[in-house]
């Protein structure tokens, strides 16, 4: 199985700040990797995929990038609404994994 | 609009079975495929295995071979996951997905079935 690691696990910044996540994958995925955002007590929300393609309605501050191992999502802006854990997850091949998730919380 | 409405809540003992179901609208439901991903408190997402609405194929994670099953009713629009066998580490928030893009990407998702495994 293919391990998707994330860092770090949790983050702490302010509304306006840039915020970057880290997603590596144990073997290389080529572009093959989606990004997830979950906020608490609710269903994950889809936000990329194809490691850089915003799915519809997604805000521009959101933008992904990497290819092979090394992933990462940024977040250009940091809004209020943000505030929530982000997981990675490779689609290269069966079975499908997630990272462990990353916390994103307010400074 | 999409939608999947998972069924509600279940309590059950060490050694049953629960079954979940997923009822979806708003599109053609043979058209995309469904995953099943499952959230035990406080952790992180586990994917724990896909199914075509189409010609019923499925892929399953490993650890989870022998003790799940899924299917769909394309009358009703329904997709079900069984789990059996249930342990207390089975203990989690069981969601249902829509497996888009050959099945590996998922964009819409139901609000989750909470199901506590517990004697």
């Known amino acids: 199985d293919i391990q998707m690691t994330q860092s770090p696990s949790s983050v702490s910044a302010s509304v306006g700040d840039r915020v970057t996540i880290t997603c590596r994958a144990s073997?290389?995925?080529?572009?093959?990797l989606a990004w997830y955002q979950q906020k608490p007590g609710k269903a994950p929300k889809f936000l990329i995929y194809?490691?850089?393609t915003l799915q519809s309605g997604v805000p521009s501050r959101f933008s992904g990038s990497g290819f092979g191992t090394d992933f990462t999502l940024t977040i250009s802006s940091l809004q209020p609404e943000d505030f929530a854990t982000y997981y990675c997850?490779?689609?290269?091949?069966?079975?499908?994994?997630f990272g462990g998730g990353t916390k994103v919380e307010i400074k | 609009q999409v939608q999947l409405v998972q069924s509600g809540a279940e309590v059950k003992k060490p050694g049953a079975s629960v079954k979940v179901s997923c009822k979806a609208s708003?599109?053609?439901?043979?058209?995309?495929?469904f995953t099943w991903v499952r959230q035990a408190p406080g952790q992180g997402l586990e994917w724990m295995g896909w199914?075509?609405?189409?010609?019923?194929?499925?892929n399953f994670a490993q650890k989870l071979q022998g003790r799940v099953t899924m299917t769909t009713d394309t009358s009703t629009s329904t997709a079900y996951m069984e789990l059996s066998s249930l342990r207390s580490d089975d203990t989690a928030v069981y969601y249902c997905?829509?497996?888009?893009?050959?099945?590996?990407?998922?964009?819409?998702w139901g609000q989750g079935t909470l199901v506590t495994v517990s004697s």
């Open positions: 997905a829509r497996a888009i893009r050959g099945g590996v990407n998922f964009d819409y």
């Open positions: 073997q290389g995925i080529s572009g093959w």
């Open positions: 194809s490691a850089s």
């Open positions: 708003g599109y053609t439901f043979t058209t995309y495929g």
């Open positions: 997850q490779q689609a290269n091949s069966f079975p499908l994994t």
């Open positions: 199914i075509s609405t189409y010609t019923g194929d499925t």
